[in-house]
């Protein structure tokens, strides 16, 4: 590990003096004219930067560089829930095959459960050039432990490049335990994944506050991993299954855990805005909760559902699973209206993907019209009533 080593021969009371009044983390004691580093100390090396030349270096491991060319393969995790592949691996799938072009890499997924043979084969259709399968009672229900082992043990095996995992509710709880195990890194929420020939994968998501977007590298570690959420990318068409099911051998792998389930209670099912085709997502433009009243008569002429960004979730007038970007639902529909909504960052990146967008807003800057296919620039007090009548009169 790194560390800060002190010269004590270039130490004197007012070298030590200026060296404790500098440091942020009170990480140094000066006894009996020794200046020595404590447990506060973050390594963040303003005393080597700031202080008197000489005294403090920093003293780092020597880092041994990987050989990234031993590490091939996309690897797609199959989630899955009563039998049925979430679909959310199959639109990674997609982009794993569209990575993988850049340096001709095989992709590759992998399942883990019990009685799942269907499902290895399914992800084979989408035309992944391997599918392991690892099959076990002791698999049977998610558990982050054993499931963690399985991937470890399947790591060991195969050196893969990259692993994806889907931004849902347990890939976010099983991709950074696997990562920690792997001593890895991980991005979660990518909205947008790239690699380059050398096959670094750039993880892209938006960053401080949603006004940067970073690209996310994993410079010396590998697998590179990163979860992407539901609808962000392309499910790839059915194709003649070219791939070959690996049956994988778990004799080795731990199955015994400190988790253990007592049962499943299946939550009610509720409306998922995910699923819906036409959508009207409304926002802070609309002065009072009545005022929404006004998109009734479209909403039930389209038969849409109704969604809303975050700020109407934070004054109570809609139910968080209603709302549309990161920290929302991410949606694809035929046809997406936005009434009164600006267009942040973490809005867009959760319905960009929609078929055909319609946006009406009073701002002509507004940044929802650079991606929309028909913008109606205006007030929507006005914009709706005309609609209305013209929907009445019909
Ligand atoms: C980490 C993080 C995560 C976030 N996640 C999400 C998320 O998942 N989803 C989300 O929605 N937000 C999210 N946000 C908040 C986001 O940054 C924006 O603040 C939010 O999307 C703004 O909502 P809005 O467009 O409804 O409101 P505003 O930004 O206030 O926009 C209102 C728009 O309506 C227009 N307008 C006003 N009056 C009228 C009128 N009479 N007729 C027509 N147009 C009118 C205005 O010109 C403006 O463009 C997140 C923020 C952070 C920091």
């Given at each position: 590990?790194?560390?800060?080593?002190?010269?004590?021969?270039?130490?004197?009371?007012?070298?030590?003096?200026?060296?404790?009044?500098?440091?942020?983390?009170?990480?140094?004691?000066?006894?009996?004219?020794?200046?020595?580093?404590?447990?506060?100390?973050?390594?963040?090396?303003?005393?080597?930067?700031?202080?008197?030349?000489?005294?403090?270096?920093?003293?780092?491991?020597?880092?041994?560089?990987?050989?990234?060319?031993?590490?091939?393969?996309?690897?797609?995790?199959?989630?899955?829930?009563?039998?049925?592949?979430?679909?959310?691996?199959?639109?990674?799938?997609?982009?794993?095959?569209?990575?993988?072009?850049?340096?001709?890499?095989?992709?590759?997924?992998?399942?883990?459960?019990?009685?799942?043979?269907?499902?290895?084969?399914?992800?084979?259709?989408?035309?992944?050039?391997?599918?392991?399968?690892?099959?076990?009672?002791?698999?049977?229900?998610?558990?982050?432990?054993?499931?963690?082992?399985?991937?470890?043990?399947?790591?060991?095996?195969?050196?893969?490049?990259?692993?994806?995992?889907?931004?849902?509710?347990?890939?976010?709880?099983?991709?950074?335990?696997?990562?920690?195990?792997?001593?890895?890194?991980?991005?979660?929420?990518?909205?947008?994944?790239?690699?380059?020939?050398?096959?670094?994968?750039?993880?892209?998501?938006?960053?401080?506050?949603?006004?940067?977007?970073?690209?996310?590298?994993?410079?010396?570690?590998?697998?590179?991993?990163?979860?992407?959420?539901?609808?962000?990318?392309?499910?790839?068409?059915?194709v003649k299954p070219h791939g070959t099911l690996v049956v994988e051998d778990t004799k080795d792998i731990k199955k015994d855990s400190l988790i253990k389930l007592l049962e499943i209670l299946n939550k009610p099912?509720?409306?998922?805005?995910?699923?819906?085709?036409?959508?009207?997502?409304?926002?802070?433009?609309?002065?009072?909760?009545?005022?929404?009243?006004?998109?009734?008569?479209?909403?039930?002429?389209?038969?849409?559902?109704?969604?809303?960004?975050?700020?109407?979730?934070?004054?109570?007038?809609?139910?968080?699973?209603?709302?549309?970007?990161?920290?929302?639902?991410?949606?694809?529909?035929?046809?997406?209206?936005?009434?009164?909504?600006?267009?942040?960052?973490?809005?867009?990146?959760?319905?960009?993907?929609?078929?055909?967008?319609?946006?009406?807003?009073?701002?002509?800057?507004?940044?929802?019209?650079?991606?929309?296919?028909?913008?109606?620039?205006?007030?929507?007090?006005?914009?709706?009533?005309?609609?209305?009548?013209?929907?009445?009169?019909?």
């Amino acid at each position: 590990m790194a560390y800060i080593k002190v010269d004590n021969s270039k130490v004197t009371k007012e070298v030590a003096e200026k060296l404790l009044k500098i440091c942020p983390f009170n990480a140094f004691d000066y006894k009996n004219g020794t200046l020595s580093v404590n447990a506060n100390c973050r390594i963040c090396s303003v005393c080597v930067k700031r202080g008197p030349e000489g005294v403090c270096t920093l003293v780092e491991d020597e880092k041994k560089l990987i050989d990234k060319t031993k590490y091939q393969g996309i690897l797609v995790y199959v989630e899955h829930h009563n039998n049925e592949a979430h679909p959310v691996s199959f639109e990674l799938v997609g982009k794993a095959l569209e990575l993988a072009k850049v340096r001709k890499e095989p992709v590759y997924a992998i399942v883990i459960g019990h009685n799942v043979k269907h499902l290895a084969e399914e992800v084979l259709t989408y035309g992944v050039d391997k599918a392991f399968l690892y099959d076990d009672e002791a698999f049977l229900n998610f558990n982050v432990e054993i499931y963690t082992n399985v991937l470890e043990h399947f790591f060991k095996k195969y050196q893969n490049n990259i692993f994806l995992v889907g931004g849902t509710p347990l890939g976010r709880s099983f991709a950074p335990r696997v990562a920690a195990r792997l001593r890895t890194g991980m991005t979660a929420d990518c909205t947008a994944l790239e690699v380059t020939k050398e096959g670094d994968l750039m993880q892209i998501r938006p960053a401080f506050g949603g006004n940067v977007m970073a690209k996310i590298e994993t410079t010396n570690n590998r697998p590179q991993m990163a979860t992407v959420r539901y609808k962000m990318f392309q499910k790839p068409p059915v194709v003649k299954p070219h791939g070959t099911l690996v049956v994988e051998d778990t004799k080795d792998i731990k199955k015994d855990s400190l988790i253990k389930l007592l049962e499943i209670l299946n939550k009610p099912k509720a409306k998922d805005i995910s699923e819906s085709e036409i959508l009207i997502c409304v926002g802070r433009a609309f002065k009072k909760q009545a005022d929404l009243e006004l998109i009734e008569p479209l909403r039930k002429h389209l038969n849409a559902d109704v969604a809303c960004t975050r700020p109407l979730i934070e004054n109570g007038w809609f139910d968080p699973r209603l709302q549309v970007g990161l920290s929302g639902r991410t949606v694809k529909p035929k046809l997406i209206i936005n009434i009164g909504i600006s267009g942040a960052v973490h809005y867009i990146e959760g319905m960009k993907e929609s078929e055909v967008i319609i946006t009406i807003n009073n701002d002509p800057n507004s940044k929802l019209f650079d991606i929309s296919h028909y913008s109606i620039i205006g007030d929507l007090y006005e914009i709706l009533p005309r609609i209305n009548s013209l929907l009445e009169a019909k």
